[in-house]
């Protein structure tokens, strides 16, 4: 079945010199969609360990230095690390307010929608290729 179809193909031009193009773009972008979308749902993963680290360290009765809590410190305490030594404390007159752990999150949002943004663009590449393809 599958030497069948390759054969059609040959016999359909489908190798083509003006269809190369076209085809490298559109094979390019189905990988570009599954890098992407791996991407996005290894950021959503990182997303819960953040929060569920936040949380944590808002409860008194939680030790986060001990087993299971431990492993959320451990996986995301260099990303807030990170984030602290760029955006500094917000002092006040009596007090202090560390906003790096917000932004951090926050900016974890906005690589979220920037893959959604780029699977929608790369989707519509792909279907203007797949028109090419099918027309010729």
Do not use: D
């Not at 569920?52 to 410190?73: A, C, D, G, I, R």
């Not at 920037?114 to 790369?122: A, D, K, N, P």
């Amino acid at each position: 079945m599958i030497i069948q179809e390759f054969q059609n193909n040959l016999n359909s031009n489908f190798f083509s010199l003006n269809q190369i193009p076209v085809q490298f773009v559109h094979y390019f972008s189905i990988f570009l969609v599954n890098l992407v979308s791996y991407l996005y749902i290894l950021i959503k993963l990182f997303k819960v360990l953040c929060y569920s680290k936040m949380t944590f360290e808002w409860l008194p009765m939680v030790n986060p230095y001990v087993w299971p809590f431990s492993f959320f410190q451990m996986t995301t305490n260099s990303y807030f690390q990170f984030w602290a030594k760029i955006f500094p404390t917000v002092k006040f007159e009596n007090s202090s307010l560390e906003i790096s752990g917000i932004l951090a999150l926050e900016i974890l949002n906005s690589l979220l929608y920037f893959c959604i943004r780029v699977t929608q663009s790369l989707l519509i590449v792909l279907e203007e290729t797949e028109k090419l393809m099918i027309s010729k």
